[in-house]
Nanobody
Protein backbone atom coordinates (compact mmCIF):
# COMPACT_ATOMS: atom_id res chain seq x y z
CA UNK A 1 0.00 0.00 0.00
CA UNK A 2 1.35 3.40 -1.02
CA UNK A 3 0.77 6.46 1.12
CA UNK A 4 1.85 10.03 0.40
CA UNK A 5 1.40 12.32 3.38
CA UNK A 6 1.86 16.04 2.77
CA UNK A 7 2.60 18.67 5.39
CA UNK A 8 3.87 22.23 5.60
CA UNK A 9 1.05 24.18 4.07
CA UNK A 10 -0.31 27.33 5.67
CA UNK A 11 -1.00 31.02 5.23
CA UNK A 12 1.78 33.45 4.42
CA UNK A 13 2.13 37.01 3.25
CA UNK A 14 3.22 37.65 -0.32
CA UNK A 15 7.00 37.49 -0.59
CA UNK A 16 7.21 34.88 2.14
CA UNK A 17 8.28 31.26 2.06
CA UNK A 18 6.91 27.83 2.86
CA UNK A 19 8.41 24.36 2.69
CA UNK A 20 6.13 21.47 1.80
CA UNK A 21 7.04 17.90 2.67
CA UNK A 22 5.67 14.61 1.43
CA UNK A 23 6.45 11.55 3.51
CA UNK A 24 6.14 8.44 1.36
CA UNK A 25 5.56 4.86 2.40
CA UNK A 26 5.21 1.76 0.25
CA UNK A 27 7.30 3.38 -2.45
CA UNK A 28 10.99 4.16 -2.90
CA UNK A 29 11.12 7.82 -3.91
CA UNK A 30 14.71 7.41 -5.03
CA UNK A 31 13.59 5.25 -7.96
CA UNK A 32 10.41 6.97 -9.07
CA UNK A 33 9.26 10.23 -10.56
CA UNK A 34 7.85 12.29 -7.74
CA UNK A 35 6.52 15.79 -7.68
CA UNK A 36 3.83 18.31 -6.95
CA UNK A 37 0.62 19.53 -8.50
CA UNK A 38 -1.66 22.30 -7.37
CA UNK A 39 -5.29 23.16 -7.88
CA UNK A 40 -6.92 26.49 -7.21
CA UNK A 41 -10.71 26.82 -6.86
CA UNK A 42 -12.39 26.70 -10.25
CA UNK A 43 -9.18 25.79 -12.05
CA UNK A 44 -7.70 22.59 -13.39
CA UNK A 45 -5.00 20.72 -11.53
CA UNK A 46 -1.60 21.76 -12.87
CA UNK A 47 1.89 20.38 -12.56
CA UNK A 48 4.26 22.45 -10.44
CA UNK A 49 7.48 20.47 -10.20
CA UNK A 50 8.78 16.99 -10.92
CA UNK A 51 11.94 15.14 -9.98
CA UNK A 52 13.64 11.83 -10.55
CA UNK A 53 17.14 12.93 -9.60
CA UNK A 54 18.95 16.24 -9.30
CA UNK A 55 19.81 16.00 -13.00
CA UNK A 56 16.23 15.22 -14.02
CA UNK A 57 13.84 17.87 -12.78
CA UNK A 58 11.24 20.15 -14.31
CA UNK A 59 9.26 23.16 -13.15
CA UNK A 60 6.24 25.03 -14.36
CA UNK A 61 7.26 28.35 -15.91
CA UNK A 62 5.25 30.20 -13.28
CA UNK A 63 7.43 28.88 -10.42
CA UNK A 64 10.88 28.69 -12.02
CA UNK A 65 13.48 30.48 -9.95
CA UNK A 66 11.18 30.58 -6.90
CA UNK A 67 10.43 26.93 -6.08
CA UNK A 68 12.95 24.14 -5.53
CA UNK A 69 12.10 20.45 -5.43
CA UNK A 70 14.31 17.99 -3.57
CA UNK A 71 14.39 14.46 -2.26
CA UNK A 72 15.56 13.28 1.15
CA UNK A 73 16.21 9.67 0.27
CA UNK A 74 17.21 8.71 3.82
CA UNK A 75 13.79 9.79 5.07
CA UNK A 76 11.93 8.80 1.87
CA UNK A 77 10.55 12.33 1.79
CA UNK A 78 9.96 14.77 -1.04
CA UNK A 79 10.23 18.50 -0.38
CA UNK A 80 9.17 21.68 -2.15
CA UNK A 81 10.80 24.90 -0.98
CA UNK A 82 8.65 27.80 -2.08
CA UNK A 83 10.13 31.30 -1.94
CA UNK A 84 8.88 34.71 -3.07
CA UNK A 85 5.33 33.47 -2.86
CA UNK A 86 2.61 35.33 -4.73
CA UNK A 87 -1.15 35.44 -4.20
CA UNK A 88 -1.56 33.47 -7.44
CA UNK A 89 0.31 30.57 -5.80
CA UNK A 90 -2.71 30.05 -3.55
CA UNK A 91 -4.00 26.51 -4.11
CA UNK A 92 -4.25 23.02 -2.70
CA UNK A 93 -0.90 21.35 -3.27
CA UNK A 94 -0.72 17.63 -3.93
CA UNK A 95 2.21 15.25 -3.76
CA UNK A 96 2.23 12.75 -6.59
CA UNK A 97 4.10 9.68 -7.82
CA UNK A 98 4.42 8.43 -11.38
CA UNK A 99 5.97 4.97 -11.44
CA UNK A 100 6.35 4.60 -15.19
CA UNK A 101 6.47 8.03 -16.77
CA UNK A 102 8.79 11.01 -16.91
CA UNK A 103 9.02 14.66 -15.95
CA UNK A 104 8.45 15.45 -19.60
CA UNK A 105 4.87 14.30 -19.20
CA UNK A 106 3.94 15.59 -15.76
CA UNK A 107 0.17 15.59 -16.12
CA UNK A 108 -2.59 14.41 -13.77
CA UNK A 109 -3.63 11.52 -16.03
CA UNK A 110 -0.13 9.99 -15.74
CA UNK A 111 -0.09 9.89 -11.96
CA UNK A 112 -0.29 6.57 -10.12
CA UNK A 113 -0.56 7.84 -6.54
CA UNK A 114 -1.76 11.06 -4.92
CA UNK A 115 -1.49 12.56 -1.49
CA UNK A 116 -4.49 14.11 0.23
CA UNK A 117 -3.28 17.67 -0.32
CA UNK A 118 -2.13 20.59 1.80
CA UNK A 119 -3.51 24.11 1.49
CA UNK A 120 -1.26 27.05 0.67
CA UNK A 121 -2.74 30.53 0.99
CA UNK A 122 -0.75 33.63 0.07
CA UNK A 123 -2.29 36.98 0.98
CA UNK A 124 -1.27 40.38 -0.35
Amino acid sequence: QVYLDESGGGSVQAGGSLNLSCAASGIDINRDYMGWFRQAPGKEREGVACMLSYTDTSYADSVKGRFTISKDNARNTLNLQMNSLKPEDTAMYYCAADLWGSCGRWVPSAIDYWGQGTQVTVFA
